[in-house]
């Protein structure tokens, strides 16, 4: 038991020392998540980590943890937060990225409070899709992934499960300062678009002209200096903008 918990401990360490960029992205169900995460992926070069593909493919495997898991997902126990953690922790390591989408985590507070203290990771921001109850509830119903609970009655009780659990998550991080929202409602195109702009780092977004580049050097400007003074400069075609004092 002792080496495991040292494996741990190994883990969380070589994790947070590796400073990972880490974006929670949250929405109810059919509020278009996974389609920007797609997007997110191929323009920011970001690495997408499901937490609900993590378990699904943890059980597929066929390992001891994989069916522990089933067998509480089969008992309608919650699996703990700590596994679906340590999933997410080994997920990102074998990457060999330190941009991460952490899709569907946290659902809830505990969630929130198990990461943070066990990898000592804080998300940048939390990416939030803002979508109306009545257009993820049509989008549901009018996709086919044959999922079994892609039905009126489960898609209800998962939007109230998100209203609940996830809500108190975003809550926490606006408080921070930390919340992107996104209406989602919009086309997908939109909806990308106003995502670009959130991840566009603030020095590409200020584009480097320079002020007036063709100004002759006969162009006079007057800049007023007190109340009843003016000052004259003449302004120079060079790189950027110089200004040089006029003797009248």
Do not use: W
């Not at 378990?55 to 495997?61: D, W």
């Not at 985590?105 to 066990?118: C, L, Q, S």
């Amino acid at each position: 038991m002792g080496t495991v918990n040292v494996a741990n401990k190994d883990i969380n360490v070589s994790l947070a020392e590796k400073k990972p960029r880490v974006v929670f992205v949250l929405g109810g169900p059919g509020s278009g998540k996974g389609t920007q995460c797609a997007n997110i992926v191929e323009h920011f070069h970001y690495t997408h980590l499901s937490a609900g593909d993590l378990l699904r493919a943890e059980i597929k495997s066929g390992s001891e943890n994989g069916t522990m898991i089933q067998n509480m997902i089969k008992e309608g126990k919650i699996v703990p937060s700590e596994v679906t953690i340590k999933l997410l922790q080994k997920a990102m390591l074998e990457s060999g990225n330190d941009k991460f989408l952490i899709d569907g985590f946290p659902r809830n507070e505990e969630n929130r409070a198990a990461f943070e203290a066990v990898t000592k990771i804080e998300p940048e921001f939390v990416l939030f899709f803002n979508c109306p109850e009545e257009e993820m509830e049509k989008r549901l119903l009018s996709r086919n992934q044959g999922r079994e609970d892609d039905n009126i009655e489960t898609i209800r009780k998962r939007f109230k499960v998100f209203l609940e659990s996830s809500l108190p998550v975003i809550e926490y991080y606006k408080a921070k300062g930390k919340v992107r929202e996104i209406e989602a409602a919009k086309p997908i195109g939109e909806v990308f678009e106003a995502v670009k702009v959130v991840f566009t780092p603030k020095a590409e977004k200020v584009k480097k002209v320079s002020v007036f580049p063709f100004l002759c050097s006969k162009t006079i400007v007057h800049l007023p200096l007190m109340a009843d003074m003016h000052c004259t400069y003449r302004l120079l075609p060079r790189p950027g903008l110089q200004t040089l004092p006029v003797i009248n």
